[in-house]
C-alpha cells in the first residue's frame, strides 16, 4: 500500500478541507437552530434551561467549599456550618432534581422525535430524486452518509452549541470569582489558554483530516460488511468461495485507514505534547507558588486558596471545552451540517417540473401513447440506447416490445414513467407532451410488472397492494383475484396467517421464506391489481421463472380479463408475441421490424430467426424430457 507524505496527505484534502471563518460558522449555526427549532422549539427551549440550571449547579459547587472553608478557619460555631451544608444541599437538590429530569427524562425522548422527523424528510427528499442521481457516486455516497449520521448530526451540533453555551456561563463566573480574590491569577489562566488554544488549532486539523479519510474507508469497509450479511449475497459468496477474497477487500480498507490514523495521530500528539509540557510544568507550579506566596504573606485565606487553585484548573478545562466544541461544531458545520441541509433542500430536475399548473391525467382517459423521434442515452454515459425511435401504442391494443438483452426495452418504460426525459424528440399521451402532465398522475396511469421486481419485508397483502391496501372485504376479494390470476392464492391460503403473512424472515419467525418464482408471481399479482384501474399495463419480462407454456397460458388470461386495456408486453421471449396485435423487434435503439406474428414470420428477418431459434430450442428441450422419462 502507498504511503503517503504529509504535502500529499494534506493535498489530498484541500477541495474537502475548509476552514470556515466565524462568519460563516455563526451563519449556519443559526441554520442548524432554524431546523431543529421548526421541527420542536421546546427542545431548543428545554436544553439550553438544562444549561442555565448546570451552569449554576457549578458555580455553587465551586463556592461550596470556600464557605466551608472559611467558615471553620474563621472561628464559625458547628451548628452554623451544619446549617450551612444542609443549605447548600437543599439548593443542589432544588437546581439538580428538576435538571437531571429534563436532561436524562424528557429530553431524550423530544430529541428521538425530532430525529424522527430529520430522518422523514430526508427520506422523503431522497425519495422524489431523478432516478439517474443514483448512479453519481458522490451523490449516493453523500446521502448514505448523512443518512447514517443524521442519528447524531443536529443533536452533536445543538449539544455543542449548549456546552459553549454552559462554558461562557461557567466561565464568566469563574473569572467573577477570580477577580474578588485576586485578579492577577487571570494572568496565570490566561497563559494556559493561550497555549491550549494553539494546540487545540493544530489538534482540530489533524482530528478533521483523520475523520474524512476515515469516512471515505468506512464506505467501503460497510459494502464488505453488507455482502457478508445480507441474504441476497449469501448463496454466490458460498458458491463463489468469496469468503477469502471479501475478508482481504474489507481488511485492505482497514488497513488504509489504521495508517492514516496513525499518520494524523503522530502529528496530533507532538502538538499536544509541547501544550501539556507548557502548561503542566511551567504555568501551573507558577500558580501554585504565586498563590502559595499570597497564603504566607497573609493576604489570602485557606478557603480562597483552594477555591482560587481548583477554580484556574476547572476554567482550563471549561476552556478547553469550549475550544473542542467550537472545532466539533466547525467542522459539522463544513460537513454534516452541509450536507443535511444540501441533501433536504435539492430536488430532482424532474420532480421540481411537478408545477400546480400541469394537466390532470386518469389512466381511463389514455387513448393513445406515441413515442416520436426519441433519443437517449444515460447519464454520465455515451453510448446511446435509443435512437430516433417512434411507434405508438394505441388504446385496447396488445403489444409486443422484443429484441435481445441490452436492445433499450426496458429503457422505452422508464422514459414512458418520467424516471428518464428524453434528449431529443418527444413522448405523447393524447398528443400532448408527457412533460405538460402531472407526474404522479401519470405514473398511477400505468401499472408495471419490472424485470427487476421487488418483494418487501412485509405481508403478502401489503407486498401486493403496496400502499393502497387497508384490510377491508371489498379489498381482500381484489386482492385473491390478483393472486388467483398470477396462481399464487393456494400458496397463501396455506400460509399460518394468510394474506397477513410475511414475505421474509427479517422481523418475524413466522415469515414466508418464498422461492424466486413465487416471488415473481407475487410481483404479477401486484401488477395484475393496479391495472384493474390503471390506462396500460406493462409487463417488463414478467415470467422467466416460468417454462413458455406455463407464460403463454398465463398471459392469454391476462388478455382475455383484460380485453379492453391497453397491454405491452416487453421479453426477449417469444412465447406470447403470437397473441399480440402487432409486434416491435427492437435492435440497437432503434425498431427494426413491426407487424403481426404472421407478417413478421412471412418477412423471415431478425424476428423470424429469433422465434424459429426459440422454438427450436424448446422441441430440443421437451425430446430431451421425453428420452429421459423412457430411461
Not at 453519481?136 to 442519528?151: I, W
Not at 462554558?167 to 490566561?190: K, M, R
Request: net charge neutral.
Amino acid at each position: 500500500m502507498k504511503k503517503y507524505t504529509r504535502k500529499e496527505m494534506l493535498g489530498m484534502y484541500q477541495e474537502d478541507y475548509k476552514d470556515l471563518p466565524v462568519r460563516e460558522v455563526f451563519r449556519r449555526i443559526m441554520l442548524m437552530l432554524s431546523l431543529i427549532w421548526n421541527e420542536s422549539r421546546g427542545l431548543v427551549i428545554l436544553k439550553f434551561l438544562c444549561i442555565v440550571l448546570s451552569a449554576a449547579n457549578s458555580l455553587i459547587g465551586t463556592l461550596y467549599l470556600m464557605w466551608i472553608i472559611d467558615a471553620l478557619t474563621g472561628g464559625a460555631e458547628l451548628m452554623y456550618v451544619l446549617k450551612m451544608i444542609v443549605a447548600i444541599h437543599i439548593l443542589f437538590l432544588v437546581i439538580g432534581l428538576p435538571q437531571r429530569i429534563l436532561q436524562f427524562r424528557v429530553y431524550p425522548v423530544m430529541q428521538r422525535r425530532v430525529q424522527c422527523a430529520m430522518k422523514m424528510k430526508l427520506m422523503d427528499t431522497v425519495m422524489k430524486k431523478d432516478l439517474g442521481d443514483f448512479e453519481d457516486r458522490k451523490f449516493f455516497e453523500d446521502n448514505v452518509v448523512t443518512f447514517a449520521s443524521t442519528d447524531s448530526t443536529a443533536f452533536l451540533f445543538l449539544d455543542s452549541i449548549g456546552r459553549i453555551f454552559e462554558v461562557l456561563l461557567t466561565g464568566a463566573s469563574l473569572i467573577a470569582v477570580f477577580a474578588s480574590i485576586d485578579a492577577y491569577i487571570l494572568l496565570f489562566v490566561g497563559a494556559m489558554l493561550i497555549a491550549m488554544t494553539v494546540q487545540q488549532q493544530w489538534s482540530r486539523v489533524y482530528n478533521q483530516l483523520t475523520y474524512l479519510e476515515e469516512e471515505k474507508i468506512g464506505m467501503v469497509t460497510n459494502y464488505y460488511q453488507r455482502i457478508a450479511n445480507n441474504p441476497e449475497f449469501a448463496a454466490e459468496v458460498r458458491c463463489y468461495s468469496m469468503r477469502e477474497f471479501v475478508l482481504g477487500k474489507f481488511c485492505a480498507a482497514y488497513r488504509k485507514a489504521i495508517e492514516t490514523y496513525n499518520f494524523f495521530l503522530g502529528k496530533d500528539q507532538k502538538s499536544g505534547t509541547i501544550a501539556d509540557a507548557v502548561i503542566n510544568y511551567i504555568i501551573q507550579p507558577a500558580l501554585l507558588f504565586y498563590l502559595a506566596y499570597r497564603v504566607f504573606s497573609g493576604s489570602m485565606g485557606i478557603g480562597s486558596f483552594s477555591v482560587a487553585f481548583s477554580a484556574a484548573f476547572k476554567l482550563n478545562g471549561t476552556v478547553f471545552t469550549l475550544i473542542s466544541s467550537y472545532g466539533t461544531m466547525k467542522f459539522n458545520c463544513s460537513w454534516a451540517v452541509e450536507r443535511y441541509i444540501r441533501a433536504t433542500k435539492t430536488k430532482g430536475s424532474i420532480e421540481t417540473q411537478n408545477t400546480p399548473d400541469k394537466l390532470s391525467l386518469s389512466g381511463k382517459e389514455i387513448r393513445e401513447v406515441e413515442f416520436r423521434n426519441v433519443s437517449f442515452r444515460y447519464p454520465r454515459h455515451d453510448k446511446i440506447v435509443l435512437d430516433d425511435l417512434s411507434f405508438s401504442l394505441p388504446k385496447g391494443k396488445k403489444i409486443a416490445i422484443v429484441g435481445r438483452n441490452g436492445a433499450g426495452k426496458s429503457t422505452l418504460v422508464k422514459l414512458l414513467l418520467r424516471l428518464y426525459d428524453t434528449d431529443q424528440g418527444e413522448i405523447l399521451i393524447n398528443g400532448r407532451n408527457i412533460c405538460d402532465y402531472n407526474i404522479d398522475d401519470i405514473r398511477r396511469s400505468f401499472s408495471l410488472m419490472l424485470q427487476d421486481f421487488c418483494t418487501y419485508q412485509m405481508t403478502v397483502a401489503e407486498n401486493v397492494r403496496l400502499s393502497e391496501y387497508d384490510g377491508n372485504e371489498k379489498d381482500r376479494t381484489a386482492l385473491y383475484e390478483a393472486l388467483a390470476y398470477a396462481d399464487i392464492d393456494q400458496k397463501v391460503e396455506c400460509m399460518k396467517h394468510k394474506e397477513n403473512s410475511m414475505v421474509g424472515r427479517l422481523f418475524d419467525d413466522d415469515g414466508e421464506a418464498l422461492s424466486g418464482g413465487e416471488k415473481q408471481r407475487l410481483a404479477l399479482a401486484r401488477g395484475y391489481l393496479r391495472a384493474k384501474s390503471a390506462g396500460i399495463f406493462i409487463l417488463d419480462e414478467p415470467n422467466s421463472s416460468l417454462d413458455p407454456i406455463s407464460e403463454y397460458e398465463l398471459n392469454k388470461k391476462l388478455m382475455s380479463v383484460l380485453s379492453d386495456q391497453t397491454i405491452v408486453f416487453i421479453t426477449h421471449r417469444l412465447s406470447t408475441t403470437v397473441l399480440a396485435d402487432e409486434i416491435l423487434y427492437v435492435e440497437n435503439g432503434q425498431v427494426l421490424e413491426r407487424g403481426t406474428h404472421e407478417e413478421l414470420i412471412a418477412l423471415d428477418g431478425k424476428y423470424a430467426d429469433m422465434f424459429n431459434k426459440q422454438a427450436e430450442a424448446y422441441r430440443m428441450e421437451l425430446k430431451m424430457k421425453e428420452i429421459k422419462a423412457h430411461v
